[in-house]
């Protein structure tokens, strides 16, 4: 890599503001002719562009300060290129297992949500009995690893990710021949703890309901939006990203989903699993959304793009999932309403209540796990069999006398 010397030029400190700040410019050209550019605002005050100033030569209020954090970025620039560089050109084997480990994550082809997730997992590896080079890992050290996590607190499901990417990273290593063997045994996975189902029996889902309707008067927003999740059994992502465009008065039809992401939430172009899926629609959902619809129609004509559970004021805007996660929390909690757990329910638990009540109420499987969006029953019965305790005695009701002649033989 070569690097410009850069210049300095002055530029608003926000599109807003009247304040000018030096910012520093420079170009990055790689071995093989491709240049890019680079610039760092120094954040130093100075003084509005005028007529005076000379191309190319900083100087005025602030000039020789802001040269000085621009040269000290830029050498920071040069150094950290070179560690990389050096890091490139070392042996495999003897990278540190975190360095090992993230290029062996270079290697695949991941979404940029996923490549970011890595960063998360990287943090819980960079312990130091993990600092040592890949060649030298061994099971004691992997095993004294994990006990630190645990002694930590990760939690389970973190700790089995984790885990388990160190264990690929080692078995690509084993591929390589840089690894004689791989230290991560399979009886050392961390076992994930299963989540305890927590959907709301009769008793609650009435009180569940009653909370609604008073709370029509105080949030009618998040009492829209639980009300459609206890519905539909919808995820509050999806119903986060539910535009008006994507409901027709025979479905809703689930195109997106707001997912998290660094700094924020963003918008993805597909749900969980892929596939997009259409939850048909019954006259309660339609009230629901028609009442969504009233609030903004008698502001604006044009509704596609409008979002059902945006602010009025920036209605082309989708919500924040953690905000209404958080204020749903507070609601299940001033109104005392447990599920089968008897802990107060996570938004997510009405879509199991959906799902728990569906099928109590004889909707088969199929049909449920089409609704939920799962790829295959075995995934429904799996999380929600032993809502259906009636199923074998209620098929045997039905074949009494289709086989046979119901004496005795």
Same mark, same amino acid.
């Given at each position: 890599m070569r690097?410009? *010397?850069?210049?300095l030029r002055k530029r608003k400190k926000s599109k807003s503001s009247d304040v000018y700040v030096w910012e520093g410019m420079l170009y990055v050209t790689d071995d093989e002719g491709n240049r890019k550019q680079k610039s760092f605002v120094t954040g130093v005050i100075c003084d509005a562009p005028s007529d005076k100033d000379k191309r190319g030569v900083p100087s005025g209020r602030g000039a020789r300060q802001a040269a000085q954090l621009f040269a000290a970025w830029r050498e920071q620039l040069i150094e950290a290129d070179k560690a990389a560089e050096a890091l490139r050109m070392a042996p495999a084997a003897s990278l540190a297992v975190t360095d090992y480990v993230q290029r062996y994550w270079d290697t695949r082809d991941v979404t940029p949500e996923t490549r970011e997730h890595y960063g998360y997992l990287l943090k819980h590896m *960079?312990?130091?009995?993990?600092n040592v080079p890949m060649g030298e890992l061994d099971t004691a050290r992997v095993r004294e690893w994990l006990a630190t996590l645990r002694k930590e607190g990760l939690g389970q499901s973190m700790l089995n990710k984790t885990y388990n990417q160190l264990m690929y990273a080692c078995r690509w290593a084993v591929e390589n021949g840089d690894l004689e063997r791989n230290p991560c045994l399979k009886r050392d996975t961390p076992k994930r703890s299963k989540h305890e189902l927590n959907p709301l029996d009769d008793v609650n889902v009435d009180k569940l309901k009653a909370a609604l309707v008073s709370m029509q008067s105080t949030d009618p927003k998040l009492a829209d939006l639980a009300?459609?999740?206890?519905?539909?059994?919808?995820r509050i992502g999806e119903l986060c990203a539910l535009t008006f465009g994507d409901v027709d008065a025979d479905a809703i039809h689930i195109r997106n989903v707001v997912v998290r992401s660094k700094g924020g939430c963003r918008l993805k172009p597909s749900p969980k699993n892929g596939d997009r899926r259409d939850v048909p629609q019954n006259a309660t959902t339609r009230a629901i959304i028609e009442r969504r619809r009233a609030v903004f129609a008698a502001h604006m004509d044009e509704l596609s793009g409008v979002y059902l559970f945006a602010d009025l004021a920036t209605p082309t805007k989708?919500?924040?999932?953690?905000?209404?996660?958080? @204020?749903?929390?507070a609601a299940m909690k001033t109104a005392g309403i447990v599920g089968? @757990?008897?802990?107060?329910?996570?938004?997510?638990?009405?879509r199991d209540t959906f799902a728990t009540q569906a099928l109590v109420n004889g909707i088969d499987v199929v049909t449920v796990a089409s609704i939920l969006g799962?790829?295959?029953?075995?995934?429904?019965l799996r999380h929600y069999a032993r809502w259906m305790p009636n199923a074998n005695a209620s098929a045997m009701e039905k074949m009494d006398g289709v086989v046979g002649d119901g004496e005795d033989s």
């Open positions: 690097y410009s *010397q850069g210049n *960079q312990r130091p009995v993990l009300d459609l999740a206890l519905n539909t059994g919808m989708f919500p924040s999932p953690s905000y209404l996660g958080k @204020a749903w929390s089968v @757990a008897s802990v107060k329910p996570r938004f997510h638990d009405l799962h790829r295959d029953t075995s995934t429904t």
